[in-house]
């Protein structure tokens, strides 16, 4: 998996001189401002959390909420 930013250019998504596969699949992020960019150590920080998480390195969302909630003190 690749992270890139881009811009939209004539209504298209331009990658400048990035080399896709022809037909791969993209995921598309829409920010919410108009200035969105992922710094390169961001970028590398955003791809070494993906490949732990295809590793399965990860904790579950309801999991994680699960084991908090058992945590609060019972005055809550």
Do not use: C, N, W
């Not at 400048?16 to 829409?30: H, K, P, R, S, T």
Request: proline share 1%.
């Amino acid at each position: 998996m690749k992270v890139m930013t881009a811009r939209v250019v004539d209504g298209r998504i331009d990658v400048g001189d990035a080399e896709l596969e022809e037909g791969a699949a993209v995921a598309v992020l829409i920010s919410e401002t108009s200035d969105f960019h992922l710094t390169e150590s961001e970028q590398e920080e955003l791809e070494m959390a993906l490949a732990e998480i295809r590793r399965g390195q990860y904790t579950d969302g309801r999991a994680l909420l699960r084991e908090l909630r058992a945590d609060e003190p019972a005055d809550r």
